[in-house]
T-cell receptor, first 113, second 115 residues
Framework: GAVVSQHPSWVICKSGTSVKIECRSL??????MFWYRQFPKQSLMLMAT?????????EQGVEKDKFLINHASLTLSTLTVTSAHPEDSSFYIC?????????FGNGTRLTVT | QQQVKQSPQSLIVQKGGISIINCAYE??????FPWYQQFPGKGPALLIA?????SEKKEGRFTISFNKSAKQFSLHIMDSQPGDSATYFC??????????????FGKGTKLSVKP
């Protein structure tokens, strides 16, 4: 069935390095995908909208040069956290619309040391 | 105006009891009010949703009550089970289904159902 798959589920990286997170729609196409960030015991905050074939749209306060988004195909969006710092440590979740609702991936736990 | 306020922050209920989580909003342009269930280390999953033209919606043990004039809505979990232990988020969106991603989430309620 239709599922949003996210990879990796967790990643640890050193400060200053870059990390790429993949979001795939399985068994359906998604011209739009959404990236959220969730801090511990906090709510989900929309970071950006990923658009297939065009530039991503970022929410206010989100650095587009730090969080690079590429919607390479109708089933894949990637989020690259560049020059990661400890404050970027968080739970990143993607979602895609499918038949009138949003399907969420299982998230990626990023820890920057 | 964009906030969705959720309470309580945490809730402990005995098995078989009723769990009640409340949310309030300000923006009258919101047209879609979903509830999501999230287990640790997982993404949120849609549980049940309602639109403002309906005062109540029931799906199995889960019921949403919606009060448009008070701008409040709540989730009731009847006959709560240990497997219901999770974090629950209410949300609101001006778009049906939240299909444009512009869901405004509450801060979540951690529910623990004791056996």
């Amino acid at each position: 069935g239709a599922v949003v798959s996210q990879h990796p589920s967790w990643v640890i990286c050193k400060s200053g390095t870059s990390v790429k997170i993949e979001c795939r729609s399985l068994d359906f196409q998604a011209t739009t995908m959404f990236w959220y960030r969730q801090f511990p015991k906090q709510s989900l905050m929309l970071m950006a909208t990923s658009n297939e074939g065009s530039k991503a749209t970022y929410e206010q306060g989100v650095e587009k040069d730090k969080f690079l988004i590429n919607h390479a195909s109708l089933t894949l969006s990637t989020l690259t956290v560049t020059s990661a710092h400890p404050e970027d440590s968080s739970f990143y979740i993607c979602s895609a619309p499918r038949t009138g609702q949003l399907l969420f991936g299982n998230g990626t736990r990023l820890t920057v040391t | 105006q964009q906030q969705v306020k959720q309470s309580p922050q945490s809730l402990i209920v005995q098995k078989g009891g009723i769990s009640i989580i409340n949310c309030a909003y300000e923006n009258t342009a919101f047209d879609y009010f979903p509830w999501y269930q999230q287990f640790p280390g997982k993404g949120p999953a849609l549980l049940i949703a309602i639109r403002p033209d309906v005062s109540e919606k029931k799906e199995g043990r889960f019921t949403i009550s919606f009060n448009k004039s008070a701008k409040q809505f709540s989730l009731h979990i009847m006959d709560s089970q240990p497997g219901d232990s999770a974090t629950y988020f209410c949300a609101a969106s001006p778009n049906y289904g939240g299909s444009q991603g512009n869901l405004i989430f509450g801060k979540g309620t951690k529910l623990s159902v004791k056996p």
